[in-house]
Structures are given as structure tokens and as C-alpha cells.
């Protein structure tokens, strides 16, 4: 029995861990263009040091999530050590870990602003087109998924496990909205200020989250679900 509760535990980590790396060495070979003494540093350093640190917020945001969700969900350990905080620890590290995972990109874009080469209104022009959506999403997130839900409350209390497929607001149209359209605001400071660097640690990090789904969270709602 415990090596079952072990094996789902880490189940799918290894190929988690493997595109966290994978991904962060195509940024890194990427943040090489940007590394002369002429580039701009924004508080003293460098777009690659920047980088580095928004690509750890991103493990310890993900890996925070998995440690969290599955010890409770195979061990009930988090409400064994906390009890009903359990959950506010939580939730507190992930909005932590979350903001600074996309405050980070900031400095990132600023610091390589001006190489994406397209005309002006073109960066802007998408801002506009999916600043709506991405409300629209939260909106719906909040009003009918809920935030409680959203932060994966099925994992520590059964009560939630008893809840149907959400069908209103943007999820009547767009399946896992919250990552296909909410997650669009990672894009929105490489095309403010465009970076071509922003742009893609942006899109690295859509697809590193999109792993998060396949590697942990899917397995758990079939867990959960069956």
C-alpha cells in the first residue's frame, strides 16, 4: 500500500522535472543574444538573471502545488500538520509564488524592449483584442467556478468532489479556459513593450503550466473523479 500511495505521489513528476528543464535551457540559449555590456539592466541585472529567476518561481510555483495537493490527497498529511489551515498555507504560496511569477516578466521585457520587429500597433492591437477574454475568464472564475474551487479545494475537503462540470460564463464556450484564455495576461508585457524575450519566456511558461495539467493535475481528477 505504500508503494502504491508513493508511485501516485510522484506520478508523472519525472516528466515534469524534464520539460522544466528542457524549456529552461532553450531560454537560457535565447537569453545569450542579450548578454553584452550594452544591454539594459534593470536593478542591476541582467535579462538572464531576471530570467533565471522568474524560471525558479515557476518550479517552486508548480512544485508547491503538486507537494501540496498530493500529500493531502494520498497522505492527508497537510491537515494532519496544520489542521484547517492547511489550506490558507496553501493558497497563501500559491498567490506568492504566482504574482512573482508573472511580476517577474516585467523586468525581463523591459530590459529587452524594443527587439520585437514588427510595427507599433500590431503588439498593441493584441492587448487589446485579449484584454476582454482574459476578464471575461476571471470573471467567470470567480463568479461561477469559484476561487475556493479553483485553487483545488477538491484536494482537501470532499465536499467539493460532488461538483458537476462548470458550463457557465466562458467555460460554455472555451474548455479549461482558465488556461487557455486567463493565461494570455503572461503575454501582455512582452507585447507592451516589445520584447521579443518576454514573449517567449511567456509562452515557456504557458507551456509549463499546460505540463502542470497533464503531469498533475489530470491524474488527480481521475483520482479524485475516477
Known amino acids: 500500500m505504500a508503494n502504491t500511495t508513493t508511485r501516485k505521489f510522484f506520478e508523472n513528476q519525472g516528466y515534469h522535472l524534464l520539460v522544466w528543464v528542457v524549456l529552461g535551457g532553450l531560454l537560457y540559449l535565447e537569453s545569450r543574444r542579450y548578454i553584452d555590456s550594452s544591454t539594459t539592466r534593470i536593478c542591476g541585472w541582467s535579462p538572464t538573471k531576471w530570467l533565471l529567476v522568474s524560471w525558479i518561481f515557476a518550479a517552486l510555483h508548480q ?14 498529511q ?12 496553501f493558497r497563501i504560496g500559491f498567490v506568492v509564488f504566482a504574482t512573482a511569477r508573472l511580476v517577474s516578466l516585467i523586468p525581463i521585457s523591459l530590459a529587452t524592449s524594443g527587439t520585437l520587429f514588427m510595427p507599433r500597433w500590431l503588439p498593441l492591437g493584441l492587448i487589446v483584442i485579449t484584454t476582454p477574454p482574459i476578464l471575461w475568464g476571471l470573471f467567470s472564475v470567480v463568479a461561477y467556478f469559484g476561487v475556493t474551487r479553483a485553487f483545488g479545494a477538491d484536494h482537501f475537503d470532499e465536499i467539493y468532489r460532488g461538483g458537476t462540470l462548470e458550463i457557465r460564463g466562458i467555460f460554455k464556450y472555451v474548455p479549461n479556459s482558465m488556461y487557455t484564455v486567463v493565461l494570455l495576461a503572461l503575454y501582455h508585457p512582452g507585447l507592451l513593450m516589445s520584447s521579443r524575450l518576454g514573449l517567449i519566456a511567456a509562452l515557456a511558461h504557458h507551456l509549463f503550466v499546460w505540463t502542470h495539467f497533464f503531469c498533475t493535475e489530470r491524474p488527480d481528477m481521475r483520482e479524485i473523479y475516477g
Open 63 to 76: 512544485g508547491w502545488i503538486w507537494f501540496f495537493w498530493r500529500q493531502e490527497l494520498y497522505r492527508g
Open 78 to 89: 497537510i491537515t494532519s500538520w496544520f489542521g484547517p489551515r492547511g489550506f490558507l498555507i
